[in-house]
């Protein structure tokens, strides 16, 4: 197979290696400087310094170099999904795998990745959406993951699975696309919540709560959108919500240790160079709540820390005063 992935920021970088052990890959940058730094050094310095990026794999910023691909997988931030996609619009082909491995909903529309693609690429076809617990940089050193690919069509999820499936990269199928990507965009913005507990210095009890309850409000938002109670426990529910509350490598976290030292959100996204998906998608988990009318005063309160310069400990000690309630509301 010829897998095309387009995005070569870390996760897209990883995922170009991982595919390379069986299949022809192309990893295609928006940036021509970009891509031919990556070509010269067979690394990608900003992105995955120290990972070597096998010869195999061919690295550009033109188009043309893509359109006879078997799958495009894109792996771009949100708010460049849908100008990237539309780049791609004039080498469509119905026979293709379109696969999404970008978590996060566009704020204009409030829509998944997965439809934007179908609209943009597939005339409304079936779309293959890839997440789960899976951090770029051990990904691409071959440490063992396992994540989850979900389509509507069960055909298109296999194809996906058994093209990217090794020894060290186990993915399973799934039918249910809305709550695959309602996790992996949510987890996002709790992941910011997390580095502010940090930051603040509490402990694993605090952790722990946040990483419940905040799995309670993801799961409140995607029932609501339609998603399957089943998913909320699986890779792509508390599986990534786990691995992204809890580690180092989280930029989402680094942001929330930022706010929690004081730093505004206009200091933090101008000191970070990759995208902290998390604020920008709270934007429009807070639309949501408004519209739905569904509670999620976590995300709340990482919204008025992000954009209303709330001070964080005021908010979390916010949260812990709301009026008592039952687990199961």
Same mark, same amino acid.
């Given at each position: 197979?010829?897998?095309?992935?387009i995005?070569?920021?870390?996760?897209?970088?990883?995922?170009?290696?991982?595919?390379?052990?069986?299949?022809?890959? %192309?990893?295609?940058?928006?940036?021509?400087?970009?891509?031919?730094?990556?070509?010269a050094?067979?690394?990608?310095?900003?992105?995955?310094?120290?990972?070597?990026?096998?010869?195999?794999?061919?690295?550009?910023?033109?188009?043309?170099? %893509?359109?006879?691909?078997?799958?495009?997988?894109?792996?771009?931030?949100s708010?460049?999904?849908?100008?990237?996609v539309?780049?791609?619009?004039?080498?469509?082909?119905?026979?293709?795998?379109?696969v999404?491995?970008?978590?996060?909903?566009?704020?204009t529309?409030?829509?998944r990745?997965?439809?934007?693609?179908?609209?943009?690429?597939?005339?409304?076809?079936s779309?293959?959406?890839?997440?789960?617990?899976?951090h770029?940089?051990?990904?691409?050193?071959?440490?063992?993951?396992?994540?989850?690919?979900?389509?509507?069509?069960?055909?298109?999820?296999?194809?996906?699975?058994?093209?990217?499936?090794d020894?060290?990269?186990?993915?399973?199928?799934?039918?249910?696309?809305?709550?695959?990507?309602?996790?992996?965009?949510?987890?996002?913005?709790?992941? %910011?919540?997390?580095?502010?507990?940090?930051?603040l210095?509490?402990?694993?009890?605090t952790?722990?709560?946040?990483?419940?309850?905040?799995?309670?409000?993801?799961?409140?938002?995607?029932?609501?959108l339609?998603?399957?109670?089943?998913?909320?426990?699986?890779?792509?529910?508390?599986?990534?919500? %786990?691995?992204?509350?809890?580690?180092?490598h989280?930029?989402?976290?680094?942001?929330?240790?930022?706010?929690?030292?004081?730093?505004?959100?206009?200091?933090?996204?101008g000191?970070?160079?990759?995208?902290?998906?998390?604020?920008?998608?709270?934007?429009?988990?807070?639309k949501?709540?408004?519209?739905?009318?569904?509670?999620?005063?976590?995300?709340?309160?990482?919204?008025?820390?992000?954009?209303?310069?709330?001070?964080?400990?005021?908010?979390?000690?916010?949260?812990?005063?709301?009026?008592l309630?039952s687990?199961?509301?």
């Amino acid at each position: 197979m010829k897998i095309s992935v387009i995005g070569a920021g870390g996760w897209g970088t990883a995922l170009a290696i991982r595919a390379s052990v069986c299949h022809e890959v %192309v990893l295609w940058s928006f940036f021509p400087d970009e891509a031919d730094s990556i070509r010269a050094g067979r690394e990608n310095k900003d992105y995955l310094p120290g990972t070597r990026i096998p010869d195999n794999i061919t690295i550009t910023s033109d188009r043309t170099a %893509v359109k006879e691909s078997d799958m495009w997988l894109f792996a771009v931030p949100s708010r460049f999904f849908r100008s990237t996609v539309k780049e791609f619009t004039p080498y469509a082909s119905p026979s293709r795998l379109l696969v999404s491995a970008t978590k996060g909903f566009e704020f204009t529309t409030e829509k998944r990745m997965s439809q934007i693609l179908a609209e943009e690429l597939s005339g409304g076809g079936s779309v293959t959406v890839i997440s789960g617990p899976s951090h770029a940089e051990e990904v691409a050193k071959s440490q063992p993951t396992s994540i989850v690919a979900a389509s509507a069509d069960e055909d298109c999820a296999r194809a996906v699975q058994e093209a990217f499936s090794d020894q060290t990269f186990r993915l399973y199928t799934n039918d249910d696309v809305i709550g695959v990507e309602v996790c992996g965009a949510v987890k996002n913005v709790i992941a %910011v919540a997390a580095g502010v507990l940090r930051g603040l210095g509490f402990g694993d009890n605090t952790m722990a709560a946040l990483i419940t309850r905040g799995l309670a409000e993801i799961r409140r938002l995607g029932i609501a959108l339609g998603a399957k109670e089943s998913t909320f426990a699986g890779l792509a529910g508390m599986g990534d919500l %786990v691995v992204t509350c809890t580690s180092k490598h989280s930029r989402n976290g680094r942001t929330g240790e930022l706010l929690a030292s004081g730093q505004t959100m206009e200091q933090i996204t101008g000191s970070m160079k990759m995208v902290a998906e998390g604020v920008e998608t709270v934007k429009t988990v807070v639309k949501f709540e408004d519209e739905l009318s569904i509670p999620m005063p976590i995300s709340r309160a990482v919204y008025r820390m992000l954009y209303e310069h709330a001070d964080p400990l005021t908010e979390l000690y916010a949260l812990m005063s709301r009026p008592l309630k039952s687990e199961y509301i």
